[in-house]
């Protein structure tokens, strides 16, 4: 299995309007029901909630008020509970579902207005969706299931085959090109199913709680595999999830979701540090804040140090800026206590025992 890789440095505690957009939704509403629009206006001008829209109206509020910008290449998280709308959002970006109200533009085009083949063509060629379920033809070869988005295209059979064989090799499973679906494991199917994702080349990357439905260990490790691979082809990507440890460990940002409405967007380290609200700081009381604390932010200026210390020991451990409280645990065990936070070959800062305790202490309050 190829091995995780950290994802470059990335730019994304608030896009600005002069960032390169991919995805960009502006108050997307799903009311469900045949008198949606008349429970739309009375959400509008009464207030009601999901709870009032059902009694009166008969209708199921899916998204609510939804917006967000996503950057080209970031990988977008949308996590929250069964029934927060989701998986419901998702189906918006390639117009699965029409929205009741409001927009989705990608590159800037609204896809509410595209016709009929301009949206087939978006489908075919610029958005590719991978589900839980892992929709795979069972009566077609793992080659001829990734080749399917390229014959769809009318590319011939010699030059969608050399392509599936390509992106098979991508997701290592160069030598099961022949094998059919009940052949393989749960988790080879859904490499499958990325496989056949990638293979027409979209810009953009929508998956559906691609690996949910997995074992632990399968699971993780298709997260190191996918993080390679979108670190290598630089896809936009929004992945859903109910699991915040998987959109933790892969989201450059993370919109936390409940009953249809986008509650918090930030990076894990925003969304833990500083949740919004009770309801995801419940979320984020169980996950450790060991890896979201780093060494710039417990630092002490040098020259405060050496004021009460002296000088900063020659061989003081060194750490850079970036590195967690976790490390920097481990750092401060082998020393001798004190560590020297340094940039560019320069000390910028430091760190004693006492000060990371009390960095630590303050990680779990």
């Known amino acids: 299995m190829i091995s995780g890789?950290?994802?470059?440095?990335?730019?994304?505690?608030?896009?600005?309007?002069?960032?390169?957009?991919?995805?960009?939704?502006?108050?997307?509403?799903?009311v469900f029901g045949?008198?949606?629009?008349?429970?739309?206006?009375?959400i509008h001008s009464e207030g009601l909630s999901k709870t009032e829209v059902l009694e009166h109206?008969?209708?199921?509020?899916?998204?609510?008020?939804?917006?967000?910008?996503?950057?080209?290449?970031?990988?977008?998280?949308?996590?929250?509970?069964?029934?927060?709308?989701?998986?419901?959002?998702?189906?918006?970006?390639?117009?699965?579902?029409?929205?009741?109200?409001?927009?989705?533009?990608?590159?800037?085009e609204d896809v509410m207005g595209l016709n009929d083949e301009s949206l087939r063509d978006l489908r075919n060629r610029r958005v590719a969706m991978v589900f839980q379920n892992f929709g795979l033809m069972p009566h077609r070869t793992v080659r001829d299931n990734v080749a399917m988005p390229l014959?769809?295209?009318?590319?011939?059979k010699a030059r969608r085959w050399?392509?599936?064989?390509?992106?098979?090799?991508?997701?290592?499973?160069?030598?099961?090109e022949d094998k059919y679906a009940h052949e393989l494991s749960g988790g080879m199917q859904q490499r499958v199913g990325l496989a056949r994702a990638i293979a027409a080349d979209p810009e953009i990357l929508l998956m559906d709680e691609?690996?949910?439905?997995?074992?632990?260990?399968?699971?993780?490790?298709?997260?190191?595999?996918?993080?390679?691979?979108?670190?290598?082809?630089?896809?936009?990507?929004?992945?859903?999830?109910?699991?915040?440890?998987?959109?933790?460990?892969?989201?450059h940002r993370i919109a936390i979701m409940k009953d249809g409405r986008i509650v918090q967007i930030g990076?894990?380290?925003?969304?833990?540090?500083?949740?919004?609200?009770?309801?995801?700081?419940?979320?984020?009381?169980?996950?450790?804040?060991?890896?979201?604390?780093?060494?710039?932010?417990?630092?002490?200026?040098?020259?405060?140090?050496?004021?009460?210390?002296?000088?900063?020991?020659?061989d003081a451990k060194e750490a850079h800026p970036d590195m967690d409280l976790s490390d920097l645990m481990n750092l401060c065990v082998d020393g001798h206590g004190v560590v020297a936070v340094a940039q560019d070959g320069?000390?910028?800062?430091?760190?004693?025992?006492a000060g990371l305790i009390r960095a630590i202490q303050d990680s779990q309050a």
């Open 210 to 251: 691609p690996f949910s439905a997995l074992d632990p260990l399968i699971r993780k490790q298709l997260q190191d595999q996918f993080m390679d691979l979108s670190h290598k082809l630089n896809k936009t990507t929004m992945f859903i999830t109910h699991d915040l440890d998987e959109a933790i460990r892969i989201g």
């Open 151 to 156: 014959e769809i295209r009318g590319t011939g």
């Open 5 to 30: 890789a950290l994802l470059d440095s990335f730019n994304c505690g608030g896009v600005s309007m002069t960032a390169d957009i991919a995805i960009d939704a502006k108050g997307v509403w799903k």
């Open 57 to 108: 109206f008969d209708c199921v509020v899916g998204v609510a008020d939804a917006s967000f910008e996503i950057e080209r290449g970031e990988l977008f998280c949308v996590m929250g509970l069964s029934g927060s709308g989701k998986s419901t959002l998702v189906r918006h970006v390639n117009r699965l579902l029409e929205p009741t109200d409001g927009h989705i533009y990608l590159d800037g």
């Open 267 to 314: 990076t894990p380290e925003e969304i833990i540090l500083n949740p919004a609200d009770d309801y995801v700081a419940d979320f984020v009381a169980g996950i450790s804040k060991l890896n979201m604390i780093f060494a710039h932010a417990v630092m002490k200026p040098v020259e405060e140090f050496e004021a009460h210390h002296g000088e900063v020991p020659e």
């Open 162 to 176: 050399e392509e599936a064989d390509r992106v098979l090799e991508l997701v290592e499973l160069n030598g099961w």
């Open 346 to 353: 320069k000390t910028v800062g430091v760190i004693n025992r």
């Open 34 to 42: 045949a008198r949606s629009q008349e429970a739309l206006q009375a």
